[in-house]
């Protein structure tokens, strides 16, 4: 009995440390990603300046996907170090109150910004360009989008393909990805 309580307690304990702490608003908040105004000229000049690109994460409370990304992928350690390393992110309540400031000016609630930026579920990351280019939103200027919870391989060749501007070439991203699978092949990658 007493090896099954130490294993039974071993295991909650290795459960809890893989995943996030969920904030008062009900998302899950890795140590990692970014806490910012939400201004996105400044978040984009933040980023580059820190080597990095500007990832927008829009999540909500109770979300089962949203749990999944960050107990199954987000906690894996090569996922997480390569976003971390390479991106900032910065997470969105798709139902929030916290004001934003869109590329174009515009000051308006998260979910204001989320249906102008046509977010419909949730988690869906949007890729930020490098810089500010003109004065369109940011759901009209994201580079890629990756719309939902998918496994560690599928999100991290997305995190890389878009590190190394993938969308500017000629290897779509479903390429990219089969092409990331065949070179490694690794069951935990999906």
Not at 22 to 42: C, N, S
Not at 134 to 151: C, I, Q, W
Request: aromatic letters at 12%.
């Amino acid at each position: 009995m007493r090896i099954f309580l130490s294993f039974a307690l071993f295991f909650a304990l290795s459960l809890s440390a893989n995943s996030a702490e969920l904030g008062d608003d009900g998302l899950h908040k890795p140590a990692w990603f970014a806490t910012t105004f939400k201004d996105i000229t400044e978040d984009l000049e933040t980023a580059a300046d820190e080597g990095k690109r500007l990832a927008i994460i829009f999540e909500q409370r109770g979300c089962i996907y949203c749990r999944r990304l960050h107990e199954k992928v987000l906690s894996d350690a090569k996922v997480a170090g390569y976003i971390e390393e390479n991106f900032m992110v910065v997470q969105y309540n798709l139902y929030g109150d916290e004001e934003v400031t869109d590329l174009d000016g515009e000051v308006l609630s998260e979910k204001q910004a989320a249906r102008k930026w046509r977010i419909l579920f949730t988690p869906t990351v949007l890729f930020m360009p490098e810089s500010k280019a003109n004065e369109k939103d940011a759901g009209s200027v994201a580079v890629a989008t990756l719309p939902g919870a998918f496994g560690k391989g599928t999100t991290q060749h997305m995190f890389e393909w878009v590190r190394s501007k993938g969308y500017e070439g000629e290897e779509s991203f479903q390429r990219y990805h089969a092409r990331r699978l065949q070179e490694e092949p690794n069951p935990d990658m999906d």
